[in-house]
């Protein structure tokens, strides 16, 4: 049963501190997404790629924010320096045409 | 602006009783149609989804949605509700043919016993 994988699932950091949450897509998938939920916000997409290239990222803080897929087996999304108003879960999912299959996520708390 | 309504933030249903989710997307040529459910502290899994011909699609847990062109809908039912179905449940959509998905805001499920 191919799953989605994430690392970490909680991560408590303090203000100001990098962080990096991992996703291992299911294989043979050929695109990758991130979110990020929250209460207020919903579901939002912060970046995607296709084929390990970035196709979108419009809806990344870019000066803090940033996605790698360094392999078609590796895609990382970085926060540094994280702030408390990162605090959220984010979701990694995968797909292929049109079908997206979402990992456990990763709660990050900033304080 | 492309955007996906779930008009009912909150509802509450009896065990056993038939269950409808609304879903309400903005117009826009060759949408892709999807339903997820998220249990607490959980990912989203896929329920069913629309790309194309019989209107009515049938998903994984005893669920049903039905594309409506006419009225830009895409509403979930499900005959019987158990007390495990309780969760969020969201809409997402897909306009033109790329990979952007949309989400509705969700709506939660209770089950009452």
């Known amino acids: 049963d191919a799953r989605v994988t994430q690392t970490p699932r909680h991560k408590v950091t303090e203000m100001g501190q990098e962080v990096t949450m991992r996703c291992q897509p299911i294989l043979g998938h050929n695109t990758v997404f991130w979110y990020r939920q929250t209460m207020m916000q919903g579901l939002e997409l912060l970046a995607y790629?296709?084929?390990?290239?970035?196709?979108?990222d419009s809806g990344m803080p870019k000066d803090r924010f940033s996605a790698e897929m360094p392999d078609a087996t590796l895609a990382t999304l970085k926060i540094q320096p994280s702030e408390p108003r990162d605090s959220a879960v984010y979701f990694c999912a995968s797909g292929r045409m049109h079908e997206q299959y979402f990992g456990p996520g990763t709660r990050l708390t900033v304080t | 602006a492309q955007s996906v309504t779930q008009p009912d933030i909150h509802i509450t249903v009896s065990e056993g009783a038939s269950l409808e989710l609304r879903c309400n997307y903005s117009y826009g040529a060759t949408p892709y149609l999807f339903w997820y459910v998220q249990s607490p502290g959980q990912g989203l899994q896929l329920l069913l989804k629309y790309f194309s011909g019989d209107t009515l699609v049938q998903g994984i847990k005893g669920f049903e949605a039905e594309f409506k062109r006419s009225q830009s809908s895409f509403n979930l039912r499900k005959p019987s509700v158990h007390w495990s179905d309780a969760a969020e449940y969201f809409c997402a959509v897909v306009w033109n043919n790329n990979n952007d998905m949309r989400f509705g805001a969700g709506t939660r499920l209770t089950v009452k016993p």
């Open positions: 790629f296709r084929n390990r290239a970035p196709l979108d």
